[in-house]
């Protein structure tokens, strides 16, 4: 009598576990399923949704403030595409406009592709309302790598400080600069691949 009262408790431990094991694995698969289902690439007809609004002003201009690129040792953009030496950067985060070498929408170390040689040029370029076509046309084919990178932006500014900062489409080979001179870029396709 003992020996069948253990089976019975081995029997239903051994059910028990099997149920708990069956049902941890079958929500492991959803759970696998749906991050593969995020992860999959949006319907060709379905457009992707992007949060960027391109509009001629920005809700921080009507405070008076400026949101800045910040990193620049000698120069800094502010988000009107104002370009100026960090000396002549006013406590608004705005350059001063009244400097003589504070330029708007410069693309003074920039080629015709879109690269830069310095950052601070690249992000001043990006924002000319003449690149917003481009820039559009840019999101709408964003590769799917980036599109976590690029919908989480809230404007053209944010768009072209993330879209100058070097990337991987800026190397080659990992540890190469594709354009050693002109690595900062926002146009639509990365610099050419130079030779090996």
Request: aromatic share 10%.
């Given at each position: 009598r003992r020996l069948l009262r253990k089976r019975w408790v081995l029997g239903v431990v051994f059910?028990?576990?099997?149920?708990?094991?069956?049902?941890?694995?079958?929500?492991?698969?959803?759970?696998?399923?749906?991050?593969?289902?995020?992860?999959?690439?949006?319907?060709?007809?379905?457009?992707?949704?992007?949060?960027v609004k391109f509009s001629s002003?920005?809700?921080?201009?009507?405070?008076?403030?400026?949101?800045?690129?910040?990193?620049?040792?000698?120069?800094?953009?502010?988000?009107?595409?104002?370009?100026?030496?960090?000396?002549?950067?006013l406590v608004n985060g705005c350059c001063n406009v009244n400097v003589p070498n504070t330029k708007l929408y410069s693309c003074e170390s920039?080629?015709?592709?879109?690269?830069?040689?310095?950052y601070e040029y690249c992000v001043s370029c990006c924002l000319?309302?003449?690149?917003?076509?481009?820039?559009?046309?840019?999101?709408?084919?964003?590769?799917?790598?980036?599109?976590?990178?690029?919908?989480?932006?809230?404007?053209r500014f944010e768009l072209c400080l993330a879209k100058c900062r070097t990337s991987s489409q800026s190397v080659q080979h990992e540890n190469t600069y594709r354009d050693p001179i002109a690595k900062y870029c926002y146009g639509e396709y990365p610099p050419e691949l130079l030779p090996v």
């Amino acid at each position: 009598r003992r020996l069948l009262r253990k089976r019975w408790v081995l029997g239903v431990v051994f059910g028990l576990s099997l149920v708990y094991f069956l049902t941890s694995t079958f929500k492991q698969e959803e759970r696998m399923v749906r991050d593969r289902n995020l992860l999959q690439v949006q319907e060709q007809e379905q457009p992707i949704m992007w949060k960027v609004k391109f509009s001629s002003g920005n809700s921080s201009q009507l405070s008076n403030q400026c949101r800045n690129s910040v990193q620049g040792k000698l120069l800094i953009t502010d988000e009107l595409g104002y370009i100026c030496e960090r000396k002549d950067l006013l406590v608004n985060g705005c350059c001063n406009v009244n400097v003589p070498n504070t330029k708007l929408y410069s693309c003074e170390s920039c080629l015709p592709n879109g690269c830069c040689s310095v950052y601070e040029y690249c992000v001043s370029c990006c924002l000319q309302p003449s690149k917003q076509h481009l820039l559009e046309r840019f999101l709408n084919r964003a590769a799917i790598a980036f599109q976590n990178l690029f919908m989480a932006v809230e404007d053209r500014f944010e768009l072209c400080l993330a879209k100058c900062r070097t990337s991987s489409q800026s190397v080659q080979h990992e540890n190469t600069y594709r354009d050693p001179i002109a690595k900062y870029c926002y146009g639509e396709y990365p610099p050419e691949l130079l030779p090996v």
